[in-house]
C-alpha cells in the first residue's frame, strides 16, 4: 500500500516565522489532505489539494503529483498554529494513509 | 450545516469488556470512515460505511466492528478490549469516501484498564 512520509518530525519556531514542512508519498494519488491536529485533537482540514498550489491566509500548498511530494507553508507563525500538522493520501479510494505527523512548537 | 459529532467523548473500560462509540456524519454526507490514534502516531483506518455497507476495511480483527444507519450515523463496537485497544477514535464523514475531503469528528478517548 501507499506509504506516506513527512519532515520533520519536529519543529521548533519564534513567533513570526516561516516555516515548511513536507509530504512524501510513495504512490501516485487522487487526493491529498492536510490536516491540524489541535491539542484536544480534533483533525481540521487545512487543505484538499491533490495537484497545484492553494492559499488559505497565512497558509498555503503545493502538490507536485509527478513527483509525489506535497508542501505546506506556514508563515508568520502564530502560537495557535502549534499542533501537529498530517498529511494524508488514499489508498484503495477509501483507506486514507496518514503519515506520522510534524509537531510544530511555536514560541512567543 | 451540521458537523461531524462523536459520543462519549471519553471513556474508560477494562479489559475484556465491549463497547460502543457513536458518529453522527455531516448533513448529507452518505460515508462514514473510523480511525484508530494511538499515543503520538497518525490515524490509522479501520473501516468505511458507505450507504449502510461496510466498503474498505483495514488491518484490524473482527472483534472491531460497526454499522451505519439510514441516517448515515454510525457506530464502532470493539468486542474483548485489549490494553492496546486504549486510544482516541476518530470518524470522519465525506460525500465519496477516500477520494473526497473527509471532515473528523472531535474524538472519543478510550481508555482500557
Known amino acids: 500500500g501507499i506509504q506516506v512520509e513527512q519532515s520533520p518530525p519536529d519543529l521548533i519556531l519564534q513567533e513570526g516565522a516561516n516555516s515548511t514542512l513536507r509530504c512524501n508519498f510513495s504512490?501516485?494519488?487522487?487526493?491529498l489532505q492536510w490536516f491540524h491536529q489541535n491539542p484536544w485533537g480534533q483533525l481540521i482540514n487545512l487543505f484538499y489539494?491533490?495537484?497545484g498550489t492553494k492559499q488559505n491566509g497565512r497558509l498555503s500548498a503545493t502538490t507536485v503529483a509527478t513527483e509525489r511530494y506535497s508542501l505546506l507553508y506556514i508563515s508568520s507563525s502564530q502560537t495557535t498554529d502549534s499542533g501537529v500538522y498530517f498529511c494524508a493520501a488514499p489508498f484503495n479510494n477509501n483507506d486514507m494513509r496518514f503519515g506520522a505527523g510534524t509537531r510544530l512548537t511555536v514560541k512567543p | 450545516e451540521t458537523g461531524v459529532t462523536q459520543s462519549p467523548t471519553h471513556l474508560i473500560k477494562t479489559r475484556g469488556q465491549q463497547v460502543t462509540l457513536r458518529c453522527s456524519s455531516q448533513s448529507g454526507h452518505n460515508t462514514v470512515s473510523w480511525y484508530q490514534q494511538a499515543l503520538g502516531q497518525g490515524p490509522q483506518f479501520i473501516f468505511q460505511y458507505y450507504r449502510e455497507e461496510e466498503n474498505g476495511r483495514g488491518n484490524f480483527p473482527p472483534r472491531f466492528s460497526g454499522l451505519q444507519f439510514p441516517n448515515y450515523s454510525s457506530e464502532l463496537n470493539v468486542n474483548a478490549l485489549e490494553l492496546d485497544d486504549s486510544a482516541l477514535y476518530l470518524c470522519?464523514?465525506?460525500?465519496?469516501?477516500?477520494?473526497?475531503?473527509?471532515?473528523f469528528g472531535p474524538g472519543t478517548r478510550l481508555t482500557v484498564l
Open positions: 504512490d501516485s494519488v487522487n487526493n
Open positions: 489539494i491533490p495537484s
Open positions: 470522519a464523514s465525506s460525500l465519496f469516501g477516500g477520494a473526497d475531503t473527509q471532515y
